[in-house]
């Protein structure tokens, strides 16, 4: 089973940039599709971002297209969200998913969920 440790959350001002990492451990993700999700306080998870195995695909949410961009590194199991030009409504706890499903055009989330980090927006 694949254990999952998100990093890389923390304060920045509005405009500013942050990486997210994505780590695994049990199990190697190389042959998963990977995805990023959040939560703000007093809402549902949503979507943010979701890469194929090979990473032949990349799927966005509108609200972050051109401003965050999902990367990996299949020989360190690690999964990026390269978060630029962040704003005053992008504060949340940020997951990574592992193992969903593509189809459609989205990603659909396995049961594979880190603990999240936080990532507040504030000057």
């Known amino acids: 089973q694949v254990q999952l440790v998100e990093s890389g959350g923390g304060l920045v001002q509005p405009g500013g940039s942050l990486r997210l990492s994505c780590t695994a451990s049990?199990?190697?993700?190389?042959?998963?599709?990977m995805g990023w999700f959040r939560q703000a306080s007093g809402k549902e998870r949503e979507f943010v971002a979701a890469?194929?195995?090979?990473?032949?695909?990349?799927t966005y949410a509108d609200f972050v297209k051109g401003r965050f961009t999902i990367s990996r590194e299949n020989a360190k199991d690690t999964v990026y969200l390269q978060m630029n030009s962040l704003k005053p409504e992008d504060p949340a706890v940020y997951y990574c998913n592992a193992g969903g499903r593509y189809a459609d055009g989205r990603y659909y989330p396995t049961k594979y969920w880190g603990q999240g980090t936080q990532v507040t927006v504030s000057s």
């Open positions: 890469i194929t195995w090979i990473s032949d695909r990349t």
């Open positions: 049990g199990r190697t993700i190389r042959d998963y599709a």
